[in-house]
C-alpha cells in the first residue's frame, strides 16, 4: 500500500487540496455567469481559466492518490460532467441545462453517502480503504 504520512505531510497535502478546491469554487463562480448568460468573454475568461486549471490539478491528485477514484462513482461522474461541459460547445442552446445538471450533479458527489461516492461501477461494489496521499 505505500507507507504512511506524517501527522505534517497529512496537513500539507489536506491544506493544498482544500486550496484547490476553493480555487476552483471560485473560478466557477466567477465564470458561471458569463458562461450562462453570454457575456462577453474577456469579462470571464480569467475566472473559467482558474476553474479549468484547478479542476485539472484536482482530477490528477485524485488520480494521483488513487487511480481506483476512475472506476468509483465519484470520479466516473467527474469524467460524465467533462463531457457534459464539452458538449457545450456544440450545442450552445443547451449549455444552461448541461450546466445547471453539472452544478447538481457536483452537489451530490460531494455531500453524498460514501457508499454511493465509493461504489465501484467496475467491481460492483464500494471499495473502501486508506487512501494515504491526501
Known amino acids: 500500500m505505500?507507507?504512511?504520512?506524517?501527522?505534517?505531510?497529512?496537513?500539507?497535502?489536506?491544506?493544498?487540496?482544500?486550496?484547490?478546491?476553493?480555487?476552483?469554487?471560485?473560478?466557477?463562480?466567477?465564470?458561471?455567469?458569463?458562461?450562462?448568460?453570454?457575456?462577453?468573454?474577456?469579462?470571464?475568461?480569467?475566472?473559467?481559466?482558474?476553474?479549468m486549471s484547478s479542476g485539472c490539478l484536482l482530477l490528477a491528485w485524485e488520480i494521483w492518490r488513487s487511480?481506483?477514484?476512475?472506476?468509483?462513482?465519484?470520479?466516473?461522474?467527474?469524467i460524465g460532467k467533462i463531457i457534459l461541459l464539452a458538449l457545450c460547445y456544440p450545442f450552445p442552446a443547451l449549455a444552461p441545462w448541461f450546466f445547471s445538471f453539472i452544478a447538481l450533479l457536483s452537489v451530490f458527489i460531494a455531500?453524498?453517502?460514501?457508499?454511493?461516492?465509493?461504489?465501484s461501477l467496475w467491481h460492483r461494489k464500494v471499495l473502501r480503504g486508506k487512501e494515504i496521499k491526501g
Open 111 to 119: 455531500h453524498g453517502p460514501s457508499q454511493f461516492r465509493h461504489y
Open 67 to 78: 487511480p481506483m477514484w476512475l472506476v468509483q462513482l465519484k470520479g466516473a461522474c467527474t
Open 2 to 51: 505505500g507507507k504512511a504520512v506524517s501527522d505534517f505531510e497529512f496537513y500539507v497535502l489536506r491544506l493544498g487540496k482544500t486550496t484547490l478546491r476553493a480555487a476552483h469554487v471560485l473560478g466557477v463562480m466567477g465564470g458561471a455567469g458569463g458562461f450562462l448568460f453570454g457575456l462577453e468573454s474577456e469579462l470571464w475568461r480569467h475566472w473559467w481559466i482558474l476553474a
